[in-house]
């Protein structure tokens, strides 16, 4: 089982940065994939990034690459989530995400159903 807390969200402007962060508790998190993903108001749930269980490896939605970057510290059992150049269309609801891992399984998802373990969110609210 892991237990995840995010943190960080705030009201900010555009073309501010904030850094967001995902604390766990349980053993499993340095072997899960970590993903963030974000609601918007009014609108469904979006993929934003995800990392693998080492943070070799990583992805971004579209729309946020080259503005984003996500990183995990397994030894801190946390994972951020920097996000630069901040756009009114980046304001909603902030997740992370963690999954059971099985078989040794590396893979990492980028849809919500894949995950396990959410945390209760962080709100992040960009003005223009």
């Known amino acids: 089982q892991v237990q995840l807390a995010e943190s960080g969200g705030g009201l900010v402007q555009a073309g501010d940065s904030l850094r967001l962060s995902c604390a766990a508790s349980g053993r499993t998190f340095s072997i899960s994939p970590v993903a963030w993903f974000r609601q918007a108001p009014g609108k469904g749930t979006e993929f934003v990034s995800a990392?693998?269980?080492?943070?070799?490896?990583?992805y971004y939605a579209d729309s946020v690459r080259g503005r984003f970057t996500i990183a995990r510290d397994n030894a801190k059992n946390t994972a951020t989530l920097q996000m630069n150049d901040l756009k009114p269309e980046d304001t909603a609801f902030y997740y992370c995400?963690?999954?059971?891992?099985?078989?040794?399984?590396?893979?990492?998802?980028?849809?919500?159903?894949?995950?396990?373990?959410w945390g209760q969110g962080t709100r992040v609210t960009v003005s223009s």
């Open positions: 995400a963690a999954k059971r891992v099985v078989d040794n399984d590396v893979g990492v998802p980028l849809v919500q159903r894949a995950y396990d373990f």
């Open positions: 990392i693998n269980w080492n943070g070799e490896t990583t």
